[in-house]
């Protein structure tokens, strides 16, 4: 099976302004891609990964997929066993107020001529697709709560909209589509299907149980007229002639509807597992939850006969396509699965449209960047399994290259100075040797005595996060360093344990001599921090209890760490220049759930999963300052930033953007505010003692030294919370030399305010 070419490198211009939402035009590419860009730009792109295929379209050898956020797929089947992605388009909603520009599930499609109308969530979107290689969004319609389906008789769509009823839309001008009517339905519409000039349109009961099936008759398409409805439980159906073939909620039945009055039941055969249904050749092709592919002959509606069932490797289907001798479904694993039909008696499958791969997780030092991108979902980690790992050539952003791919085994945890360091569980940490990415390998001995979940570097020390052994030689949980200034010689160096059996240490972080580690003990999750100042000896310094997330995660960087949990909305923001007493200056909460958060200097960026990435000035921690976003292609899962570029796994593809304008945003922002502190020295100059004044007039960190004129510290007088008011604290310096001395106050959301005081005697 031949697999689309993974690279596909999109160069992007800005278009409009600094701050407002903006289009951007897609050059050299083969679609057109809408964004929306606020002080950040994208610079290249690559692989086209698919997210799960929800719909179908078979016509003239192309196979149209309406595969999620990656949108519309094109597949030349001209050779079913060859098939080749040839097209593709990222869909977008078309904002017409601009404030949002959001991209959606394609849920179904339909094509008519050269154009191709997509279902979505929130709206119809119509693609030109004259040239398959080169697909084009013409058009969308956003006033939309629950499209999912799309029939047409004529110059004329029908699309279920849930709550809203069934809207009727003009197309005869592809690139104008008109609502020209909603029709009514009680509770939930949902499927429509049309045989001749009867519109058929199922309901989902929300409020009450009562189902529904109604018949329009729509001889003047834009003016449907209610001729009947009947109360039966319908899941799905199909209509040919004067027969409707239904999926019932433990049945597959066969009605005469010749008479739409009075339905007449043909047959009925207990099938509850059935979700999808086709009909073709005299044939009711089934596809059910229990795994399985169901074919009946139905030449004799009264009388269906079961030809033959395959089992299929997954469990969930959303839709498939019946072409001659062939089958397309498509699975939840983020495949199309093809099946031989050819001898209907014994069909098998032969193969897959796409290898399912998700580009989930990122590490980079801005010369190499390396993906795992793998068919997992990042919470199916386990460890000591293999993961596979792209390494991929970035110093010239705008052009990445593929290096080489290899498997590493563990969960990947940090890339440091050339190594990949990955957390193998009992078989301990495993560190992979990839200053040539086209020839990676394992170095040194991977035990470490420990059941290792989580790694940090700093330096020439690696900090494990280690879990209590289930083996022996059963050892406790703790934190454990390791020295790897030759990592093929790594050697443990310290460790500090912790309570046996009450902690499961599971995620480390360290910055400048200190060690984060987060255990989950007795039901909560508790943050242990460490001085590992001396690496032989760590010493516990502080436990903060009560977090308040669910087993969050950290991320340490320029004087704060940042408390987040996967998949929630808030971010707590920590200073931890005390780290002895670290403080909760403020908690954000984003406008998306997060996947990720990397910390650059005063600012940090948020994957947000299909809200893409935002970019957060936090240089005052108790007001962060949203300064840059971007709305990804696919859904941000992860991310990394190297100076002025963020690397992007995408689920669909690897991204870089340069985020060079948003890390730039506060230099225009002063963060000084004279009246919220003052600072008296009264004598001055003064002989061994003064008395050192100053107001607050919001609480905060305070930090107050005494420095020489040459900036070294002499004295610290004070360092902890206080709370707003005035503040009095004599300087005692009877053991400092006359001169020029200055006191320094530091405060965590103001620049350090410095007072001249000289020492005679």
Partial sequence: MSRKANIHITQISIIAGLFGATYLNAQNSDNFVVQENRNIRQLSRLYNYWDTPYNLVIEDGYLYAATGLSGLQIVDIADPLEPEVVGWCDEVELSPTEDIIEFRYIIGMLKVDDFLFTAERNGLSVFDISRPQRPRLIA???????????TRAGNFIYMPDGENGVAVIDISDPFRPVIVRRIPIPEFARRTCIEGERLFILNFPIHNPDWGLFAFDISTPQSPELISEHQI??????????????????????????NIDTLRYLSAIYLPDARNISISNNRAFFTESDSLFTVYDVSNPSEPRLLTQLDLPVRVTFDFKVEENYAYITTWNLNILLCDISRIFEPRIIGNILEPYVTWDVYSDGRYAFILDDKIKKWEIAFARDYHTQAIFVQNPEHPVEMGSFSVNGKLCAYYEGYLYCAAGNAGMKVYNVTRPWQPREVGVPYTH???????CEGDYAYLAVAEMDTFPFRAPGLQVYNISAPNRRSEVGFVDLPRRENYPYEVAVS???AYL???????????????????????????????????????????????NWNGNQVCIYDSRNPQQPVLVNTYHPPGLIEGLAANGNNIVLSLGRRGITVLDVSIPSQPIEVGNFNTPGSALQTAVSGNYAYIADLTNFSIYDI??????????????????TIQVRPNPFNSRTLLSFDLYEPGFIRLTLNDYLGRRQQSIFAGNLPAGTFKHFINCTDLPAGLFYISLFRSDIRTITAPVVLIK
């Fill in 140 to 150: 969308n319609l956003p006033q939309f709560d629950r499209a999912a389906d799309l």
């Fill in 450 to 456: 420990s059941c290792v979940t989580d790694i940090a």
């Fill in 233 to 258: 439980q319908i899941i799905e159906m199909a209509v040919v002639g004067n027969n409707l073939y239904a999926v019932c909620s433990d049945s597959f039945r066969i009605i005469d509807i010749s």
């Fill in 512 to 514: 400048e001599n200190v």
């Fill in 518 to 564: 987060l255990t989950y003990s007795d039901n909560r999750t508790v943050l242990c921090v460490f001085d590992v100042s001396n690496q032989s000896q760590p010493r516990q310094i502080a436990t903060i209890a009560g977090l308040g997330l669910l087993y969050p995660h950290i991320t340490v960087g320029n004087d704060k760490f940042y408390l987040w």
């Fill in 660 to 677: 060079s304008d948003a890390l730039s945003v506060f230099n225009i922002r002063e963060p000084f505010y004279p009246e919220r502190l």
